[in-house]
């Protein structure tokens, strides 16, 4: 299964990764808005692990641009904020399969990017 994360914080990212890679996800980490339309310019991917909130560029962004690319691309949307908290999220990206708060379990968010991997 492949999986891009798209996370600033790169502790919290590398965390991410490190739990998907054990259940055997190959994991691509982005940092940003650019670096990740350039992982899916390169490859399709099964999941995207996208915060809501990034440090460079606009996520709603990322998400537009995957579901162009690569419309079957399913996504899960994590943040720190209660922005979106009403579900809007999901009317605003047709690919969004799930909202989470970014501080929840890793291996939680594993579980959930599993799920939603199996889809594709």
């Known amino acids: 299964m492949e999986i891009l994360i798209v996370e600033s914080n790169p502790a919290l990212g590398g965390l991410w990764r490190r739990h998907m890679e054990r259940q055997g996800m190959c994991v691509a980490l982005a940092r940003g808005q650019d670096a990740a339309i350039e992982v899916l310019r390169e490859r399709r991917v099964d999941v995207i692990v996208l915060n809501l909130f990034l440090a460079e560029g606009s996520a709603?962004?990322?998400?537009?641009?995957?579901?162009?690319?690569?419309?079957?691309?399913?996504?899960?949307?994590?943040?720190?904020?209660?922005?979106?908290?009403?579900?809007?999220?999901?009317a605003i990206c047709a690919n969004a399969r799930a909202f989470l708060q970014s501080d929840m379990a890793p291996e939680d968010l594993t579980a959930m990017v599993a799920h939603y991997g199996d889809e594709t």
């Open 60 to 90: 709603l962004a990322v998400a537009d641009f995957a579901s162009y690319r690569h419309p079957e691309t399913r996504i899960v949307f994590v943040t720190d904020t209660s922005f979106f908290s009403d579900g809007s999220i999901f």
